[in-house]
């Protein structure tokens, strides 16, 4: 057996929900709920085909039988309870169990329970009254053409130099221990000279094995089952491959198989860890061979410049390859991953990856991860370090989730595939909306933005910037594709005038209905605080959908505003201070906006620059871009959900050079109105900056743990210490919010639940957090275990990301 051993002192992530559409609900049969009075564990069969079964203080464990599995998705099941969603479930081994612990009581009299994904109860929701108009290109808005096209073959010719240890080449502690393949395919320039940059593909969770004669798919053994085969899942991405091949990069893209056969019912992330250990046991094997000489070294030997590395990973492998990325920081010697490329990614427990250029690209019809919670590694990493890189999130209208992968796309697959957006008569993103991309549209999409990306960062082509900067670059190979961007410069090429995450001494909010610092959904807000959006349907705003792992952690704040006619000179007023005044060297001014989504009608605001002197120059935002316009949506979706006219903010670039009538050598401060008599509006992100890439580096940020902790459960309110290990001395201060869940037979009666922020002090080598403890005189039955996962930190990352609470009973009878 080969065998890797994973790097020390990282063991496992945290994991959050994906997104998926079901056409109906999933055959059950077999009904059982425990009576009202009834003991632990006593159940009562009913013909519906759940159970719920009493846990000791109070909890209940609700499982649904399925006759069939589930279809293999990215996303995470869920179990709603008489149409509420009450959590994230786990899949049994065979895959036709579904089980939810929850502490919610109200459980007990349940009369239906059926399958969810991302909040979303198939058949629940109504459709809009009407379908809105898909957005319009206002005057102004010029994208710019570039010379060079990334999906043009290059001057190499691409050879294939696979490679295949077998099903059960290696071992991952992030799966038990599991054994899983070492397989890829390699697509190298031929006669290339000297040591080439290396890219890594990673797909995402798909069937592992299917059977050629029946067409049956598997996804409960592996290695597969006698008559099923491997689903080439790697194989999907060699258009992309062989573009970047041909232009001298070295491209192994490598199968998880073993990896999507068992992260449902054998790992509690989901897979991260594990996919995070399957990439960096490839580049160990990677530099094995390419340290080789003599005559019988490797074919590769000598051609891959390991210090030069990209990583891309589609759905659960975008999760995968940030978590490699920082697998690789925590090494003594790491490589150099370079560019880091999430594709319609997942992202369950929310981790930062700052000082790595970061591309993550959104499909906008995505019928899998249809909540694009991938928009958090962007959003949570933007001030997490002060680091120098770029980074963009990208919006890919007409795309589905699927389609980028050709052994996920019908009529070009060798093992059965579907399209993920399964409303298939959907007015916009439907089989035949004329807004949907045809999968070969899609691919060249794909192709273009992903070889542009690794060719701007590791190759250093500036020329393909205006793809990722926000800039509206286009190429012709992308055809009618319509793409969006969001964009953060390097530290060095930006200054951030107002981030608007909170109340700041320059920023100044008068005359609005409302003027407030916002974040997450209605459900997920503390009291007194404001919810960005009142929606129950996150897979409308991406930038809130609750992580599961952390789902009470504060998500993605901002400046929430509303007007009408009866407000009194609405204004945001942002102030430079003499330092600041002179903005000379800066290329543009920035910010991120997007239409409140309570907001009917047109919506505008006007931006104006002001002097010392009182000159002032005043743009429009609908002139220059159209990240105020609505995103599209349709009434024509299966089992009355809706899952379009999605809220994403876009930015909105304004050329210095174009405000005439200011010296923007002596500016004093920056206003938005409103240029409508209604409307509302989410601001974030004012800066002044000039494009650039920055450099890539493995991140430096100290790296923060928690570990397993027992304590006695007491008799009144205490604490449990639990210990953190740091990487290192953090140079500055930095916070982790820290997620309480209840596990098994614990309930709220031991543990408070929930999410509060821990402070680490510049200095500080190791840490407790201090996790209330409820305690009480009940003799328990059954240990009682919570799992606390820290997330969403700043001026650190994330190690080992969650950690087991012990709580013993000391109670007698």
């Known amino acids: 057996m080969f065998r890797f ?7 496992r992530l945290a994991a959050a929900v994906p997104v998926a559409i079901l056409a109906g609900c999933i055959a059950a049969s077999g009904l059982m709920v425990t ?12 013909t519906n085909g759940f159970t719920v079964e009493n846990l000791a203080d109070g909890g209940a464990r609700v499982s649904l039988r399925l006759d069939e599995p589930l279809p293999v998705r990215d996303a995470v099941p869920e179990l709603a309870v008489d149409g509420r969603v009450i959590g994230a479930a786990k899949e049994s081994a065979d895959g036709l169990t579904l089980t939810v612990e929850t502490t919610d009581s109200s459980v007990a009299d349940a009369k239906r329970v059926d399958v969810a994904w991302n909040g979303v109860v198939p058949g629940s929701q109504a459709a809009p009254p009407k379908s809105a108009a898909a957005p319009t290109t206002p005057k102004g808005l010029a994208r710019k053409q570039l010379y060079t096209d990334p999906a043009q073959p290059g001057p190499f010719q691409v050879e294939r130099l696979d490679y295949d240890l077998g099903d059960t080449a290696t071992t991952l502690s992030g799966l038990s221990d599991l054994p899983v393949e070492l397989r890829a395919a390699v697509y190298a320039p031929a006669g290339a000279k000297g040591a080439r940059p290396v890219v890594i593909f990673l797909h995402g969770r798909h069937s592992a094995c299917y059977n050629p004669a029946t067409r049956q798919t598997n996804n409960t053994n592996w290695p597969c089952a006698t008559g099923f085969q491997p689903i080439d899942s790697y194989l999907g991405y060699t258009e992309t491959a062989q573009a970047l091949a041909t232009h001298g990069y070295v491209v192994v893209s490598v199968s998880a198989d073993g990896i999507n056969a068992k992260d449902a019912s054998f790992t509690d992330d989901n897979g991260a860890l594990a996919r995070g250990q399957l990439v960096m046991d490839h580049l160990d094997l990677l530099a094995k061979w390419n340290a080789e000489t003599g005559p019988a070294k490797h074919p590769l030997a000598g051609r891959l410049d390991l210090t030069n590395v990209g990583l891309m990973g589609h759905s659960r492998g975008g999760e995968g390859v940030v978590e490699a990325a920082l697998l690789n920081a925590d090494r003594a010697h790491p490589y150099g991953i370079r560019a880091v490329l999430p594709l319609a990614p ?28 991938g928009q958090h590694f962007y959003d949570d990493t933007r001030y997490s370090v002060r ?9 890919v209208m007409g795309a589905d989730h699927n389609f980028f992968n050709t052994e996920w796309t019908p009529g070009v697959s060798v093992a059965p595939s579907s399209d993920d957006w399964s409303a298939s008569t959907d007015g916009v993103c439907g089989s035949s909306a004329p807004t949907r991309l045809t999968s070969a549209e899609q691919r060249a999409v794909g192709t273009a933005y992903m070889a542009g990306f690794f060719r701007l960062v590791q190759g250093g082509e500036t020329a393909f910037l205006p793809l990722f900067d926000g800039t509206n670059g286009t190429v012709p190979s992308t055809g009618r594709a319509v793409v969006y961007a969001q964009a953060q410069q390097p530290g060095s090429r930006r200054l951030d005038l107002a981030p608007l995450e909170h109340a700041a001494g320059n920023v100044s909010i008068s005359g609005f209905d409302l003027g407030a610092y916002c974040y997450s959904v209605a459900a997920r807000v503390r009291p007194g605080d404001t919810p960005c959006s009142s929606t129950t349907a996150t897979s409308k705003v991406p930038h809130w959908t609750p992580a599961t792992f952390a789902p009470s952690v504060p998500i993605s704040p901002l400046l929430r505003l509303q007007w009408s ?34 907001a009917d009608g047109d919506v505008d605001l006007d931006v104006t620059l002001v002097d010392r002197d009182g000159g002032s120059a005043t743009v429009r935002v609908g002139d220059v871009s159209p990240a105020l316009t609505r995103f599209p949506s349709s009434t024509n979706t299966t089992n009355g959900i809706n899952l379009l006219g999605k ?15 200011v010296n923007l050598r002596n500016v004093r401060s920056l206003s938005v109105r409103p240029a409508t008599a209604t409307g509302g509006a989410y601001l974030s992100d004012i800066a002044f900056d000039t494009p650039g890439v920055g450099g890539g580096v493995a991140t430096p940020a100290v790296q923060v743990s928690i570990a397993d902790a027992t304590v006695q459960e007491g008799n009144g309110p205490g604490v449990a210490t639990m210990r953190l290990t740091l990487s290192g001395k953090l140079k500055q201060d930095a916070t982790i919010q820290v997620q309480t869940a209840a596990s098994g037979s614990a309930t709220a009666g031991q543990v408070a639940l929930g999410s509060f922020p821990v402070t680490l002090p510049k200095g500080a080598t190791a840490a407790t957090v201090e996790v209330p403890i409820v305690g009480n005189t009940v003799v328990n039955t059954a240990s009682l275990r919570y799992k606390i996962t820290i997330s969403a930190p700043t001026g650190a990352v994330i190690g080992d990301g969650f950690a087991w609470l012990t709580v013993l009973d000391d109670d007698t009878a």
């Open 5 to 11: 051993a994973p790097s020390p002192g990282r063991r």
């Open 35 to 46: 009576p009202a009075g009834a003991e632990p564990g006593d159940e009562t069969v009913n």
């Open 346 to 373: 997942v992202d369950f427990g929310r981790p930062t990856l700052p000082d790595v250029p970061m591309l993550v690209m959104l499909p906008y019809c995505d019928g899998d991860v249809s909540n694009q919670q």
């Open 387 to 395: 680091d120098d890189v770029l980074r963009s999130s990208l919006m």
């Open 565 to 598: 006619a009866s407000s009194v000179n609405p204004e945001v007023r942002v102030a430079l201070g003499p330092a600041d005044a002179n903005i000379t060297k800066y290329d543009a001014l920035t910010f991120r906006v997007a239409r409140d989504d309570s």
């Open 647 to 661: 809220t994403w903010l876009r930015t909105v670039r304004v050329p210095l050079a174009s405000l005439s009538g």
